[in-house]
Each structure stands twice: as C-alpha cells, then as structure tokens.
C-alpha cells in the first residue's frame, strides 16, 4: 500500500492572513539591515537630496508628523 502525505486546504483569505504578517516582518528586517549596513551620499541639487532637506526644514519647524510602527505596519 502507497504512503499518502495529508492534504492541507486553505482557502484564499486564510492564506493571505497567516502570510502577512510573516512577510511584514521578513520586510521590516531586512529594510532595517540594509539601513545600519548601507550610508548613503546624496548628490546636492537632486530630486531626493531636495526632498530630504525639505523634509529636515520642516521637522525644524514641528510641521513633521511620525508615524507609529502600528500606523505604519498596520500591526
């Protein structure tokens, strides 16, 4: 007689809610590795070095809001 594993079933929505919130950690690892191992040099007078000194000059003035891990996560 032929040995025969178990059939697990999921459907769709189980699927999505049991990965998620392995992927959303896997993610938030691996954005975190890469920000402590990679500095990064921005050229003056780009699109980003812009933003970022605009986003700094704001952050001076309060006008900066943070969001939670919880907000941002969606933990």
Do not use: H
């Amino acid at each position: 007689m032929p040995l025969s594993s178990p059939q697990i079933v999921f459907n769709v929505d189980d699927l999505v809610t049991t990965l998620e919130p392995l992927i959303r950690r896997i993610i938030r690892e691996e954005l975190a590795e890469v920000a402590i191992k990679n500095t990064c040099y921005l050229e003056p007078n780009t699109p980003l070095y812009n933003d970022m000194q605009d986003i700094a000059e704001r952050a001076l003035l309060g006008q900066v809001k943070l969001y939670s891990d919880e907000e941002v996560w969606d933990e």
